[in-house]
């Protein structure tokens, strides 16, 4: 069964560090990696999709790495802003999720002017 | 705004109530899930459609019923709930083909249920 672990659970930082969000899988035979971010009861919104193919994507001040072969990935965010305050979840497709994705519990980022 | 809807934003209802939820999406996909968010829990998958087809049942209890009519739309019929199922019901939908089979999914802003 893929289970899905986000570390650290919580993290406050100040305004302007850089920051790395971790994220392991038990089960290597994925399609894909996702990783959303969720603020205080809304909904997801997708910030950057890896293929199983694929190493790293970036956007903007995000750049998220795949080692596929050794269950991990990491969520690299750049001079951060309180604006990136929010829950941040990882999620992997394929394998026994079929088309659907499975998630970590999240890591709750408060970032502080 | 995602390109998938979901309605109500909020609901609150009963044990012996029956009502529904509903998702629409305006991608063009051809999957629609159901997941739910409990708190300090991951978010659970529920119902898996593709092509309006149910391809997976996660094990739900059947007081949490499934419909999908055409590949835009979903809904979730709710009867005889508990108040455990209290929770932010989420749909999403994605595109898988063979050859992309993991494409993005994306999310409605859910559904905030309470159940009294």
């Known amino acids: 069964k893929q289970e899905v672990t986000q570390i650290p659970a919580a993290l406050s930082v100040p305004e302007g560090e850089n920051l790395v969000l971790n994220c392991s899988f038990t089960d290597s035979a994925i399609y894909n990696l996702q990783w959303f971010r969720q603020d205080p009861g809304k909904g997801l919104t997708s910030l950057l999709l890896?293929?199983?193919?694929?190493r790293e994507q970036t956007s903007g001040r995000l750049n998220a790495s795949l080692d596929k072969s050794s269950g991990r990935s990491t969520l690299y965010i750049a001079a951060s802003q309180p604006g990136d305050s929010a829950t941040y979840l990882c999620a992997v497709g394929g394998g026994q999720a079929g088309t659907a994705l499975i998630f970590g519990k999240g890591t709750t980022l408060s970032v502080s002017s | 705004e995602t390109g998938v809807t979901q309605t109500p934003r909020h609901l609150v209802m009963g044990m012996t109530n029956k009502k529904s939820l509903k998702c629409e999406q305006h991608?063009?996909?051809?999957?629609m899930y159901w997941y739910k968010q409990s708190a300090k829990k991951p978010l659970e998958l529920m119902f898996v459609y593709n092509f309006k087809e149910q391809t997976e049942n996660n094990s739900v209890p059947s007081r949490f019923s499934p419909e999908c009519p055409n590949s835009s739309h979903l809904f979730l019929h709710l009867h005889t709930l508990q108040p455990e199922d209290s929770a932010l019901y989420l749909c999403?939908?994605?595109?898988?083909?063979?050859?992309?089979?993991?494409?993005?999914?994306?999310f409605g802003q859910g559904t905030r249920l309470t159940v009294v």
């Open positions: 999403a939908s994605s595109h898988p083909t063979p050859e992309t089979y993991g494409t993005e999914a994306f």
């Open positions: 991608l063009g996909h051809n999957a």
């Open positions: 890896i293929q199983s193919s694929q």
